[in-house]
């Protein structure tokens, strides 16, 4: 199994797929779509399992929610979708990153009020409440790139997988 590295600053991975292909020496005019359906379950499961093994502090709710949707586009085109529901969006911070070190490469600040808090709430000296954890500003989280690691490591298993419904679909062996 080869190693392939992408550029993930760029984000038209399709057409990255394609030169990896050419680059490999097989052309493949359609790829079949249970190749797209076994590839969509195995990134879903290598999604999870690099969640897992980054150690990674998800609720189970968030790690059940990786999934994946299979539209049919029309009577020969099937396409899939791997990833979290749209309303999602801490699995992007973890990819991502936040802060300095996401895309704005700022400090987050509150936008109305003079401090951020979180964390338990606390009863404070004079009966006030208050938060465990103020800050007037705080860095950030790094980005864990979880995904697109598991998408590095899928792609050679996908290249296979497409080689071996190929071969299946035009009534050869398979491995």
């Keep these: 199994m080869g190693f392939i590295t992408f550029n993930w600053d760029q984000p038209d991975i399709h057409r990255q797929v394609e030169d990896e292909l050419r680059r490999r020496s097989r052309f493949v005019q359609t790829i079949?779509?249970?190749a797209v359906e076994r590839g969509a379950a195995l990134l879903t499961r290598m999604v999870r399992a690099k969640i897992q093994d980054k150690g990674l502090q998800v609720s189970r709710t968030m790690l059940r929610s990786?999934?994946?949707?299979?539209?049919?586009i029309n009577d020969e085109l099937i396409q899939a979708r791997v990833g979290f529901p749209i309303g999602i969006r801490y699995p992007r911070y973890l990819e991502e990153g936040t802060g300095l070190y996401g895309p704005l490469k700022q400090l987050i600040r509150p936008r109305t009020k003079k401090a951020l808090a979180w964390g338990q709430r606390?009863?404070?000296?004079?009966?006030?409440s208050g938060r465990e954890f103020v800050r007037r500003s705080v860095k950030g989280i790094r980005p864990t790139r979880f995904f697109s690691e598991a998408v590095t490591a899928f792609l050679p298993r996908y290249i296979e997988i497409i080689d071996q419904e190929t071969m299946r679909s035009a009534g050869g062996e398979s491995e």
């Design 32 to 34: 079949p779509a249970r």
């Design 66 to 72: 990786v999934g994946y949707v299979i539209e049919r």
């Design 122 to 128: 606390i009863v404070l000296p004079g009966g006030r």
